[in-house]
């Protein structure tokens, strides 16, 4: 039927995006103010949850703000497996990028209340939110194309380019409102931004067509009111652990974080043990799930790392580095848009290297080189901080100099390992195991946000160098595991 083709095949002219569908301009600019929003926010969540209060903060000590930002950005890409399926069996992808972006808005407008309790329930709602609209959104990207159109990535390069505007701009805005003027100026920054995203998507929806209306496949009767039933049930046994927990005086910061760093992991472990065990899935598919097993711990190790930016890195922003320039002193979140206008710059020469290489350089080895480039960064790093033993404040070069390897890390690994996501999936799970990438970027920044206490305890330049090393070690020890590995794959590259 003409009405469940793509938006590409059945418009035969009129405006276009840069040569493609003009739905794709509606969810480029969605996409680019929620993540405006999202790294607007995070690049002031750490220095304002550890601002004295006399100063308008929280005063919580670094230990706890930088456990509490991982497991932040952990529950973000967590809420992404449920999001996804409540739009695939629920509601479809386009009524769940609208939720998510109102839920993502109203938190970040409570998050602007000055009050103390207002930055964690606003957290919450841009959680939940985020899980709504994050994967769906990039399904609608995808259903604008025919899917052996030649336009499709290149759509989705364009879609990705919105991402890194969004997050270069954001730490810019929000981070002199909130350094500057007021913390929770800084947050409002980020809801009005999250509110032109919403809006646009309302008007821009006419454009949409057929993409994402109706769930990929619904649950009907009495299956969705089994299934609504169970949400339910789930949603009130979480509401009385978490009443037995104040009852009992554990609802403190760091028990809900703890508490939330276990179930991360232990999901993960189930989510893997209930794809190795089923015995629906081929012998092949059952080997190239235990090379993905690898690659997943690579990936979370080096998410472990990489997303300490927005906690331990700006945290020594703030209080290490020289940032006056001709007598204006920048903020320290100012720092936080290197990455993403490095990824910019990047991505396109990363691609090249990557088709030039073709299959001589396999997918364990790519995965190697991150997290080499990945350890290499924090090296510079212990450099950085052994500069700044005594109190002398050095120069924000070293920190951009780490950005900019840590960047060519994640160019190494990430994309790849979308990539190889996608060609390793068991058939039965082809639609799940989008989900099961986010989970490692959510156990990775999980356990990464309780390592990061120890940057409070240890003495810098021992913090940076130890985990650098780390990192270095298991990226030569995947190299010499590659060939292990890449038998795993069964003939994937």
């Given at each position: 039927m003409s009405g469940d083709a793509p938006v590409d095949a059945r418009r035969p002219g009129g405006k276009t995006f840069f040569g493609h569908p003009r739905a794709l301009s509606t969810l480029f600019l969605t996409e680019m103010w929620e993540r405006f929003s999202f790294y607007g926010m995070r690049a002031i969540l750490v220095l304002y949850l550890t601002a004295a209060v006399a100063e308008d903060g929280l005063g919580l000590r670094e230990s706890t703000a930088s456990a509490v930002y991982g497991t932040y950005n952990a529950m973000v890409y967590l809420m992404a497996l449920p999001g996804g399926w409540i739009a695939d069996r629920l509601i479809g992808a386009r009524r769940s990028v609208l939720a998510g972006g109102v839920v993502i808005a109203a938190g970040h407008y409570v998050?602007?209340?000055?009050?103390?309790?207002?930055?964690?329930?606003?957290?919450?709602?841009?959680?939940l939110g985020t899980g709504l609209l994050k994967p769906n959104i990039s399904t609608m990207v995808g259903d604008l194309y025919d899917r052996d159109s030649p336009r499709r990535d290149a759509g989705f390069s364009l879609f990705y380019m919105g991402i890194n505007l969004g997050a270069f701009i954001a730490p810019l805005v929000c981070g002199f409102l909130g350094e500057k003027i007021n913390w929770h100026l800084g947050f409002g920054a980020a809801a009005i931004g999250m509110t032109f995203g919403v809006l646009q998507y309302v008007l821009g929806r006419r454009h949409l067509g057929d993409a994402g209306a109706r769930p990929a496949d619904p649950l009907?009767?009495?299956?969705?009111?089994?299934?609504?039933r169970r949400i339910g049930i789930g949603v009130l046994v979480l509401a009385l652990v978490l009443a037995a927990l104040a009852v009992a005086g554990l609802f403190t910061v760091n028990s809900v974080v703890n508490l939330l760093t276990v179930a991360t992991v232990v999901i993960t472990i189930g989510y893997f043990a209930r794809i190795l065990t089923d015995q629906e899935i081929s012998g092949t598919e059952r080997l190239r799930m235990k090379a993905y097993l690898w690659l997943f711990v690579f990936a979370a190790s080096f998410w472990l790392i990489y997303d300490q930016a927005g906690s331990v890195l700006n945290i020594f922003a703030a209080d290490n580095t020289d940032r006056d320039v001709l007598g204006f002193t920048f903020p320290a979140s100012w720092l936080q848009s290197v990455n993403p206008i490095l990824i910019i710059i990047g991505a396109p020469l990363a691609a090249w290297l990557w088709l030039r290489l073709g299959h001589r350089v396999s997918t364990p080895v790519k995965f190697a080189v991150g997290l080499v480039l990945n350890g290499l960064s924090f090296v510079l790093m212990a450099a950085a901080a052994q500069a700044?033993?005594?109190?002398?404040?050095?120069?924000?070069?070293?920190?951009?100099?780490?950005?900019?390897?840590?960047?060519?890390?994640?160019?190494?690994?990430?994309?790849?390992?979308?990539?190889?996501?996608?060609?390793?999936?068991?058939?039965?799970?082809?639609?799940?195991?989008?989900?099961?990438?986010?989970?490692?970027?959510?156990?990775?920044?999980?356990?990464?946000?309780?390592?990061?206490?120890?940057?409070?305890?240890?003495?810098?330049?021992?913090?940076?160098?130890?985990?650098?090393?780390?990192?270095?070690?298991?990226?030569?020890?995947?190299?010499?595991?590659?060939?292990?590995?890449?038998?795993?794959?069964?003939?994937?590259?």
């Open positions: 998050m602007a209340i000055p009050t103390r309790w207002s930055v964690f329930a606003g957290m919450t709602l841009i959680v009907l009767g009495a299956d969705r009111r089994r299934a609504l700044a033993v005594g109190g002398d404040l050095v120069s924000p070069w070293w920190l951009i100099a780490v950005y900019a390897i840590q960047v060519a890390g994640e160019l190494s690994l990430s994309p790849v390992g979308l990539s190889a996501t996608t060609k390793l999936a068991p058939v039965k799970y082809a639609s799940q195991m989008m989900g099961l990438w986010f989970l490692a970027t959510a156990v990775g920044d999980a356990i990464g946000g309780q390592v990061a206490r120890l940057a409070e305890t240890w003495p810098e330049p021992t913090y940076f160098l130890t985990f650098g090393l780390a990192s270095v070690a298991l990226g030569l020890g995947a190299m010499m595991a590659g060939r292990h590995v890449s038998r795993l794959m069964a003939g994937i590259h």
